[in-house]
């Protein structure tokens, strides 16, 4: 059974950082691309970040110079470091785990694989 539980949320002020984390199971790590996506009240799910089983990494603009992702695959987790946030990131953060479509082009555009329970942030201005 395949498992992956973000922890690490809550509320910050802006400008503040926080640290999100994903622990997975039931799956052969490395060979897994993971990702996080988010859901903004009112809003559709978006791509926030990805990693590749190899390292690589990408981001959503809005991520970009702000957040981290990275990932160890001794422990089966995936991070994401948020730095500078802003009220704009208050959202439900996803962790996201694939093998098929598992390149950042097709993790920014296409929504599959398995889901997390999600973890809410907020952000205060």
């Known amino acids: 059974q395949v498992q992956l539980v973000e922890s690490g949320g809550g509320l910050v002020q802006a400008g503040g950082s926080l640290r999100l984390s994903c622990a997975a199971s039931?799956?052969?790590?490395?060979?897994?691309?993971m990702g996080w996506y988010r859901q903004a009240p009112g809003k559709e799910r978006e791509w926030v970040a990805g990693i590749t089983g190899g390292g690589s990494t990408d981001y959503d603009d809005s991520a970009k110079g702000r957040f981290t992702i990275s990932r160890d695959n001794a422990r089966n987790t995936v991070d994401l470091q948020m730095n500078i946030l802003k009220p704009e990131d208050t959202a439900v953060y996803y962790c996201?785990?694939?093998?098929?479509?598992?390149?950042?082009?097709?993790?920014?555009?296409?929504?599959?694989?398995?889901w997390g329970q999600g973890i809410q942030v907020i952000v205060s201005s």
């Open positions: 039931g799956i052969p790590f490395s060979t897994y691309a």
């Open positions: 996201n785990a694939r093998r098929i479509f598992a390149d950042l082009a097709s993790m920014r555009r296409m929504e599959t694989g398995y």
